[in-house]
Nanobody
Framework: VQVVESGGGLVQAGESLELSCEASGSSASSYAMAWYRQAPGKLRELVASITSTGTVLYGDFAKGRFSISNPYIHFAYLRMNSLKPDDAAVYYC?????????WGRGTLVTVSS
């Protein structure tokens, strides 16, 4: 399974950005996908996750501003609104199947104040 993220970039504080993730090479119908982020000097943290049945979980900081969706099988999108400088990080996509998980290489999000 190959996981590829896209959509990162430089935005100004208050703007929005949408990240995309595709997990190719899997035929599993039961899976979960998640977005994590890691800022310099900080631990990787969960942004949001979604299962193939639609169960969604958000990190506390993401509630109300970020939205995860899974409109196509093995795709995950992360819509980020009202971005803050503290949201700047490398955002990683994770694909989880039964007893396996795969990670993308990450996409950089930079937020200028």
């Amino acid at each position: 399974v190959q996981v590829v993220e896209s959509g990162g970039g430089l935005v100004q504080a208050g703007e929005s950005l949408e990240l995309s993730c595709e997990a190719s090479g899997s035929s599993a119908s039961s899976y979960a996908m998640a977005w994590y982020r890691q800022a310099p000097g900080k631990l990787r943290e969960l942004v949001a996750s979604i299962t193939s049945t639609g169960t969604v979980l958000y990190g506390d900081f993401a509630k109300g501003r970020f939205s995860i969706s899974n409109p196509y099988i093995h795709f995950a999108y992360l819509r980020m609104n009202s971005l803050k400088p503290d949201d700047a990080a490398v955002y990683y996509c994770q694909y989880r199947g039964v007893d396996v998980e795969y990670w993308g290489r990450g996409t950089l999000v930079t937020v200028s104040s």
